[in-house]
């Protein structure tokens, strides 16, 4: 037997020195009138590269690892774009900083795909002509189901129509060109999903009709969580679209406490995006979230939930919140904690004790939670001024520099600001968060006013609570 088992493992052996390593992947360029002395990221997969930019503005880096095409985040001094690398690109990025969308241009092998991804943020979304276009995500409150529809559909067509315009004239890897089109695909779904979650009934009260939601029907649908762990920006296109569909299932927020309403919800999502990770996570997220806004409704449907998961780890979650839910309740002391602010310095819950707390969880890769931030929340802010009152943010599984980055370029900062980060999620389950962003008003005294509060884009109904809160 020995010497059988020699024999194997010496070809295993054999065979992984055999096996040739990825290519190097190289990413170097020059970024003229850059800032000096700052540094280069690139967010690829679930891991952050650096590198130092020189004096003059160059920088190289180099990947000996990467085995797949991987979408790619880089960003530097506050600016950032989206590349596309590929094992073995030997890509050359130059650019003005002082005008860096507009310029931004590459050479090299892996050019052409990402001077596609450049020319199309500029026109899509950067550029001075991206405001006129029919993006509808600017009109997810103030328009019609007919007309919202309309927007998406000729938006999204453009988009098509661009990407197979320079497909044409140039070397477009067809596995590119796939993800670009199930990326366009979803973000117009996700888009139409959004609409119906921000306006589940018409002025007349009336429900949307279930002809909105023949988008579903589309193929790519059943597609939408394939590359799912391949990259974050992979990730937060499939989690977008899942925030949405949840309300496809569960209009109004809310499971009742009728057992037949648990195979019916399974039987509609398994039907427009099949047994696949879609469709778990989404039925994860409408229990997490009735553990919190609805106890009873969940524990009639985890009924059902348990005959289809698959995944142990989730079933102790579920068991767990479920536990956690007694201990989150209105008079209750909110869990306390202690993390580091923007700053460096250390800031816990007892600190803050004495005032009113409007806790915030949110993250940068969270596109509802950047639109409370950036729309909603510096009026609601402001209407608070100079009183007993504290917005607490913390930033859930961001990478330091990107939050940073974040804070400084869309001035979050401020006087009734308290921005703190938490590198993972361990806090946000201790607090039940299963949705982002999650808020919670926390009293003087430092227990519950509300868990699960209202957002800042619920306007009077955010205010009244807070100004109740004050007066306790």
Same mark, same amino acid.
């Given at each position: 037997?020995l010497?059988?088992?020699l024999?194997l493992?010496?070809?295993?052996?054999?065979?992984?020195?055999?096996?040739?390593a990825p290519?190097?992947?190289?990413?170097?360029?020059?970024?003229?009138?850059?800032?000096a002395?700052?540094?280069?990221?690139?967010?690829?997969?679930?891991r952050?590269?650096?590198?130092?930019?020189?004096?003059?503005?160059?920088?190289?880096?180099?990947?000996k690892?990467?085995?797949?095409?991987?979408?790619?985040?880089f960003?530097?001094?506050?600016?950032?774009t989206?590349?596309y690398?590929q094992?073995?690109d030997q890509?050359?990025?130059?650019?003005?900083?002082?005008?860096?969308?507009?310029?931004l241009?590459?050479?090299?092998?892996?050019?052409?795909?990402?001077?596609?991804?450049?020319?199309?943020?500029?026109?899509?979304q950067?550029?001075?002509?991206?405001?006129d276009?029919?993006?509808?995500?600017?009109?997810?409150?103030?328009t019609t189901?007919?007309e919202?529809?309309?927007?998406?559909?000729?938006?999204?067509?453009?988009?098509?129509?661009?990407?197979a315009?320079?497909?044409k004239?140039?070397?477009l890897?067809?596995e590119?060109?796939?993800?670009?089109?199930?990326?366009?695909?979803t973000?117009w779904?996700t888009?139409l999903?959004?609409?119906?979650?921000m306006?589940?009934?018409?002025?007349?009260?009336?429900?949307l009709?279930?002809?909105y939601y023949?988008?579903?029907?589309?193929?790519?649908?059943?597609q939408?969580?394939?590359?799912?762990?391949r990259?974050l920006?992979?990730?937060?296109?499939?989690?977008?679209?899942v925030?949405g569909?949840? +309300?496809?299932l569960?209009? /109004?927020? %809310?499971?009742?406490?009728?057992?037949? @309403?648990g195979?019916?919800?399974? #039987? !509609? $999502?398994?039907a427009?995006?099949?047994?696949t990770?879609?469709?778990?996570?989404?039925?994860?997220?409408?229990?997490?979230?009735?553990?919190?806004?609805?106890?009873?409704?969940?524990?009639v449907?985890?009924?059902?939930?348990?005959?289809?998961?698959?995944? +142990?780890?989730v079933?102790? /979650?579920v %068991?767990?919140?479920?536990?956690?839910r @007694?201990?989150?309740?209105?008079? #209750? !002391? $909110?869990?306390?904690?202690?993390?580091t602010?923007?700053?460096?310095?250390?800031?816990?819950?007892?600190?803050?004790?004495?005032?009113?707390?409007?806790?915030?969880?949110?993250g940068t890769?969270?596109?509802?939670?950047?639109?409370e931030m950036?729309?909603?929340?510096p009026?609601?802010?402001?209407?608070?001024?100079?009183r007993?009152v504290?917005?607490?943010?913390?930033?859930?599984?961001? $990478?330091?520099a990107?939050?940073?980055?974040?804070l400084?370029?869309?001035?979050?900062?401020?006087?009734?600001s308290?921005?703190l980060?938490?590198?993972?999620?361990?806090?946000a389950?201790t607090?039940?968060?299963?949705?982002?962003?999650?808020y919670?008003?926390?009293?003087?005294d430092?227990r519950?006013?509300t868990?699960?509060?209202?957002?800042?884009?619920?306007?009077p109904?955010?205010? $009244?609570?807070i100004?109740?809160?004050?007066?306790?």
């Amino acid at each position: 037997m020995l010497p059988l088992l020699l024999t194997l493992a010496l070809s295993t052996t054999l065979h992984l020195l055999a096996s040739p390593a990825p290519p190097v992947t190289r990413l170097h360029g020059h970024l003229a009138h850059a800032p000096a002395g700052d540094t280069v990221l690139l967010f690829i997969g679930e891991r952050r590269v650096k590198a130092p930019l020189s004096a003059s503005g160059d920088f190289q880096i180099q990947l000996k690892d990467l085995t797949q095409s991987t979408p790619t985040e880089f960003s530097c001094a506050g600016q950032r774009t989206q590349l596309y690398l590929q094992p073995g690109d030997q890509l050359v990025m130059l650019l003005d900083f002082k005008d860096f969308d507009r310029t931004l241009g590459y050479t090299g092998k892996g050019s052409e795909v990402n001077n596609y991804l450049a020319h199309s943020l500029y026109t899509y979304q950067y550029g001075p002509a991206a405001p006129d276009l029919p993006r509808p995500q600017n009109n997810l409150r103030t328009t019609t189901p007919v007309e919202i529809r309309r927007l998406s559909d000729a938006y999204r067509e453009r988009r098509l129509a661009n990407l197979a315009s320079y497909a044409k004239a140039h070397s477009l890897p067809a596995e590119f060109i796939q993800d670009e089109q199930l990326a366009i695909n979803t973000n117009w779904a996700t888009t139409l999903l959004m609409y119906a979650t921000m306006n589940p009934t018409s002025a007349a009260g009336e429900p949307l009709p279930e002809a909105y939601y023949s988008f579903l029907k589309e193929p790519f649908v059943k597609q939408v969580s394939r590359h799912w762990g391949r990259s974050l920006i992979d990730n937060s296109l499939v989690a977008n679209f899942v925030m949405g569909y949840q +309300s496809r299932l569960v209009p /109004s927020g %809310r499971l009742s406490t009728d057992p037949a @309403q648990g195979p019916r919800l399974y #039987q !509609l $999502a398994t039907a427009e995006l099949g047994d696949t990770k879609a469709r778990n996570w989404t039925m994860e997220a409408v229990l997490f979230n009735s553990i919190r806004n609805n106890p009873a409704g969940a524990k009639v449907f985890y009924a059902t939930f348990r005959q289809h998961n698959r995944d +142990s780890a989730v079933a102790r /979650s579920v %068991r767990q919140a479920f536990a956690q839910r @007694q201990q989150l309740s209105a008079g #209750q !002391l $909110a869990p306390a904690f202690t993390l580091t602010d923007n700053t460096g310095k250390q800031v816990s819950l007892a600190d803050l004790k004495g005032k009113v707390v409007y806790l915030d969880f949110w993250g940068t890769w969270c596109g509802p939670c950047m639109r409370e931030m950036t729309e909603f929340a510096p009026t609601l802010k402001k209407q608070f001024e100079g009183r007993d009152v504290v917005f607490l943010y913390i930033s859930v599984g961001d $990478a330091e520099a990107k939050w940073q980055q974040a804070l400084a370029d869309k001035h979050f900062t401020g006087p009734s600001s308290v921005h703190l980060r938490a590198p993972d999620s361990s806090l946000a389950a201790t607090y039940l968060v299963n949705g982002y962003p999650t808020y919670y008003l926390i009293g003087r005294d430092g227990r519950f006013v509300t868990v699960y509060a209202s957002r800042p884009s619920d306007g009077p109904e955010t205010v $009244a609570a807070i100004e109740q809160a004050l007066k306790r």
